[in-house]
């Protein structure tokens, strides 16, 4: 089975609201080694200028996977995750994520590229807080390989 090239341009219905909390900004800096204390304490983050505790860039990816499942379980995407390798991952910002924030993504399906026997999906996720205001666009590529 090979991946649908008629998947590009879709774009899936928003994911349900994610609250984000500050244990999670806090297990996920430590999961990735974040030493910026305003990851973890909220006076912190405070005097730096935020509401509340930062999330390090990386923690996007959290409310992103929830549009990454989206497009693995559509049956007819022809997505077999076994075969999935993650190729490349970016963030374009409008703000940092922060302690409260209540955020809800949307994916596209930016382009699907054969090469080499292999399949190229790239996936935008549009992610935006409860006001509708754009705070990041998480962008994958994943690599699905083609029968060897």
């Given at each position: 089975?090979?991946?649908?090239?008629?998947?590009?341009?879709?774009?899936?219905?928003?994911?349900?609201?994610?609250?984000?909390?500050?244990?999670?900004?806090?297990?996920?800096?430590?999961?990735?080694?974040?030493?910026?204390?305003?990851?973890?304490?909220?006076?912190?983050?405070?005097?730096?200028?935020?509401?509340?505790?930062v999330?390090?860039p990386?923690?996007?990816?959290?409310?992103?996977?929830?549009?990454?499942?989206?497009?693995?379980?559509?049956?007819?995407?022809?997505?077999?995750?076994?075969?999935?390798?993650?190729?490349?991952?970016?963030?374009?910002?409008?703000?940092?994520?922060?302690?409260?924030?209540?955020?809800?993504?949307?994916?596209?399906?930016?382009?699907?590229?054969?090469?080499?026997?292999?399949?190229?999906?790239?996936?935008?996720?549009s992610?935006?807080?409860?006001?509708?205001?754009?705070?990041?666009?998480?962008?994958?590529t994943?690599?699905?390989?083609?029968?060897?």
């Amino acid at each position: 089975m090979s991946v649908n090239p008629e998947i590009e341009g879709r774009v899936f219905p928003p994911t349900t609201p994610y609250l984000v909390g500050r244990e999670k900004i806090r297990e996920f800096a430590r999961a990735v080694l974040a030493s910026n204390p305003v990851n973890f304490d909220v006076e912190a983050a405070n005097a730096a200028g935020y509401a509340d505790l930062v999330a390090p860039p990386t923690f996007a990816v959290v409310v992103q996977e929830l549009t990454l499942h989206q497009l693995l379980a559509e049956p007819d995407a022809g997505i077999d995750f076994a075969r999935v390798v993650h190729g490349e991952q970016r963030f374009s910002f409008s703000r940092p994520i922060v302690a409260g924030d209540e955020l809800t993504a949307t994916l596209t399906i930016a382009s699907v590229k054969s090469l080499g026997g292999h399949s190229m999906v790239t996936a935008e996720s549009s992610i935006v807080d409860a006001a509708g205001a754009h705070v990041v666009t998480a962008t994958s590529t994943l690599v699905v390989r083609g029968d060897a």
